[in-house]
């Protein structure tokens, strides 16, 4: 192997036993972290968003190196958009009923619920806010606020209009098919 790619057995058994350089072992943290933030979006952020949420987090990294990290291990945003000004269908899960049936008039409290998240720029990056409304009042009864876009942000926030919540009949709850 050595004679046909032209090197030394010395060069070789140098290379193989030399520990990683500062960039691979950098670039082995940051991947790790990508991942993390991946697996917590449930895969649907692409570089452009890590490389928004790596450097909220304080990392000095470009988009590019963002970009071959995720490309060389696999790792993309989910989903892809295709086409440029083709409708997009809603395509919903197995089992889902549409309850709502875009009815969002409410006749009693606490009858159904809306959610919607809302992007806030601020000095410090990027802010996301979800908010839970009551379709009878339109009175805010849950909210959340997170630096990432991810379900756990709107689950803070129908928990909260849970507990705030004082009925104990059913509510709709009417929720975007993104998170």
């Known amino acids: 192997m050595c004679r046909c790619l032209k090197v030394s057995p010395s060069g070789y058994y140098a290379w193989e036993s030399r520990s990683p350089s500062l960039r691979e072992a950098e670039n082995a943290r940051l991947l790790e972290r990508i991942r993390d933030i991946h697996d917590d979006s449930g ?3 692409g570089a452009p968003r890590m490389h928004e949420d790596l450097q909220a987090e304080g ?8 970009a071959r990290l995720m490309a060389a291990h696999g790792i993309q945003g989910w989903p ?4 440029r000004g083709r409708k997009r269908q809603t395509v919903r899960p197995a089992g889902i009923k549409n309850h709502l049936e875009r009815d969002f ?16 720029a601020t000095q410090e990056g990027k802010l996301y806010l979800c908010v839970v409304l009551d379709l009878h009042s339109k009175l805010v009864i849950g909210w959340s606020m997170h630096h990432r876009q991810d379900r756990h942000m709107v689950m803070r926030a129908v928990e909260m209009a849970v507990w705030q919540r004082r009925g104990a009949a059913n509510v709709v709850l009417h929720s975007d098919r993104g998170c």
């Not at 990392?59 to 963002?66: K, M």
């Open 43 to 45: 895969g649907i952020i």
């Open 80 to 83: 892809r958009k295709k086409g």
């Open 105 to 120: 008039t409410a006749l009693e409290p606490d009858s159904k619920w809306v959610t919607d998240i809302t992007e806030i």
């Open 59 to 66: 990392e000095s990294i470009s988009l590019n190196r963002v």
